[in-house]
């Protein structure tokens, strides 16, 4: 089977018909060309800046992580935590190190899987991939909204103007989100670097105020470590516990999918080139090692002051630390005055966290959806995947009601499968690079995270529930779409050798006649064979030439492709063009295609399908 049509150029899509159809489709690149949104590879920002706009989703999450530390692990929470920074420092970064050198455009892990199987079996498992990213992303938008919404519910000015309208609250803090992006979002990492700089100089003043309370009151820690003792037993004990219950704080690990979705943002050198940005990698590596280390610093001493300082109690659903733990402990020790400004800071950040989450989203899905043919040509324009990402978002906070608790798992469980699938990629990259020592250390980190995986599916199982609900939606309106462009022109350019090109040039003043060849031996009597067959079945004139076409199929499951013609001269007398193409169909589906790229039937090619 094959299809062929020919033409100077690509057709080019239709000019909008409607000022909201142009403003939506603003900046839709043409098919085969960068990304939206992607730079030179020697152009963007600083690393430290683009660190912000990742850090936007892994610091914010200070405001909700030490009150689940403190519900999943109670009095051990300092020491899972550190389990955490320990899985965070020597697994996690590792593992997005080499990711970033692997995959330095963004696609992270995703693209890493993808060259690892071909055909329908990649398509699938790269769809199911995205639907736990989708996953990963979309709490993220919904989980820190809903958290903003606590922190001003939860506030002692506002508590009683706003409670019971947290729905609400986080609907239009969604909302507002979506607007920001569909107006643009051009000037967001300088936004993002004045929000997580503030966040963070208020809670390093939060963390040490409390620290120094902690110090000159020695009796909390013995009080503490008394009862740890005596509900836990000895210091092996808490570690097994500990590891136990480390799944449940993953949340501590959101960034770094974050980090690689954002890279294209990270400037190169002048040497960086597309196929080797070496700068970028390095700009890259220097984001995810310093976001890690000042998150590990923090988790551990937020960890530490509110298991000590803050009643037990207060940490459960109803209690006023419950998703607020270090702002309660601001109010507390600092007042309320700092208190509030606190909390204005962190509900700022939770708002703005998801704005990294969507820019993953945006940089994420575009790159393999269209290109499978599994979303329209438009789902490569920012504003109306905006809109879809930003409707999901809706019914995702009306399922859950807001509760931050009840994302939890979700989340958990699509920070955790991402890094996983990093983790085993890196793995195998290793291993075919036979690099044995990296080999063996990416092993073991894939064996912890296949591990905390399994036990948060089986402790959580609504997390993989909601995340198999993703993976659903994308695969039934990825095969919808793959089924309504199925006549669609599919090649997204045509590259001809200069034998070719004069096969084309010859024959420019008269009738082309190309005829489908599927090749065998390729001997003389094969084509003499199959020139007397189409003159006869088709009345060709013996004057009029013909051009046989071989179509090559690399990747029958691919939907989008570029065509590589090579032209040959076979026995002395017959013309052929080699087509190396990422699928093939049948003569009807060459006909719709020809049929609707030339209105006037005149000048259509004529193409002998046999």
């Known amino acids: 089977m094959c299809s062929f049509a020919t033409g100077a150029s690509t057709t080019a899509s239709p000019a909008p018909t409607s000022r909201l159809r142009a403003w939506l489709l603003e900046g839709l690149p043409d098919r085969g060309k960068q990304q939206p949104g992607a730079e030179p590879a020697h152009e963007g920002r600083p690393w430290w800046r683009v660190m912000c706009l990742t850090g936007l989703d892994y610091f914010s999450t200070l405001g909700y992580q030490p009150g689940i530390a403190a519900l999943a692990a109670g009095l051990l929470s300092p020491v899972a935590t550190i389990v955490l920074v320990l899985l965070t420092l020597f697994g996690a970064l590792p593992v997005y190190r080499r990711v970033a050198e692997e995959s330095p455009h963004g696609e992270g892990s995703i693209a890493m899987l993808e060259r690892l199987l071909t055909f329908w079996k990649g398509k699938l498992f790269v769809l199911t991939l995205l639907g736990f990213a989708a996953t990963d992303f979309l709490i993220t938008i919904t989980l820190s909204a809903a958290d903003a919404t606590a922190h001003m519910v939860e506030n002692p000015h506002l508590t009683s103007t706003l409670h019971g309208h947290e729905v609400l609250i986080t609907l239009i803090l969604i909302a507002l989100l979506g607007a920001v992006f569909l107006k643009g979002f051009g000037e967001a990492i300088g936004v993002a670097v004045v929000l997580v700089t503030s966040y963070l100089a208020l809670n390093a003043v939060v963390v040490t105020v409390c620290l120094w309370e902690v110090i000159t009151e020695p009796h909390v820690v013995t009080d503490w470590s008394q009862a740890l003792t005596a509900e836990r037993g000895s210091p092996f004990m808490m ?162 009601k807001a509760d931050v608790d009840a994302q939890g798992g979700a989340y958990a469980t699509g920070v955790l499968v991402l890094i996983t699938s990093a983790a085993v990629a890196v793995t195998i990259a290793a291993r075919r690079a036979r690099e044995r020592g990296w080999t063996l250390g990416f092993g073991l980190i894939a064996t912890v995270f296949i591990y905390s995986t399994a036990v948060n599916v089986v402790e959580r199982p609504d997390g993989v529930k909601i995340g198999a609900c993703f993976i659903a939606g994308i695969m039934g309106l990825s095969l919808l779409s793959r089924l309504a462009r199925v006549f669609e022109l599919r090649v997204t350019d045509v590259e001809l050798d200069d034998t070719a090109r004069r096969f084309i040039r010859d024959t420019a003043n008269r009738t082309i006649r190309f005829v489908a060849n599927e090749p065998d031996s390729r001997d003389a009597t094969e084509y003499r064979d199959k020139a007397e067959q189409i003159r006869a079945d088709n009345d060709i004139p013996a004057e009029d030439d013909v051009l046989f076409v071989e179509v090559t199929v690399l990747d029958p499951s691919e939907f989008e492709s570029g065509l590589r013609v090579r032209g040959e001269v076979l026995h002395g007398r017959y013309r052929v063009l080699t087509l190396l193409f990422g699928q093939g169909e049948v003569a009807p589906v060459t006909r719709e295609v020809i049929r609707g790229a030339e209105p006037d039937r005149a000048r259509r090619p004529h193409v002998h399908a046999g």
Request: with cysteine; glycine share 10%; net charge positive.
């Open 239 to 400: 570690i097994a516990i500990a590891l136990i219950v480390f799944p449940k704080l993953a949340l501590g690990l959101s960034g770094f999918e974050t980090g690689v979705a954002v890279m294209p943002h990270v400037r190169g050198e002048h040497g960086d080139t597309e196929q080797n940005p070496a700068g970028r990698i390095r700009g890259t590596k220097k984001l995810l090692t310093t976001a890690a280390i000042v998150m590990s610093v923090f988790l551990i001493c937020s960890s530490f002051i509110t298991t000590l300082l803050i009643p037990a109690d207060e940490f459960k659903p109803g209690g006023e630390a419950n998703g607020r733990a270090l702002a309660y402990i601001a109010h507390e020790n600092l007042g309320t005055a700092f208190g509030t400004v606190y909390d204005i800071s962190t509900i700022l950040i939770l708002w703005f966290a998801g704005s990294s989450a969507m820019a993953g989203l945006l940089n994420l899905m575009p790159r393999y959806l269209p290109r499978y043919g599994m979303a329209p040509h438009w789902a490569r324009a920012v504003r109306p995947m905006v809109i879809v990402f930003t409707l999901v978002a809706f019914l995702v906070t009306w399922i859950f």
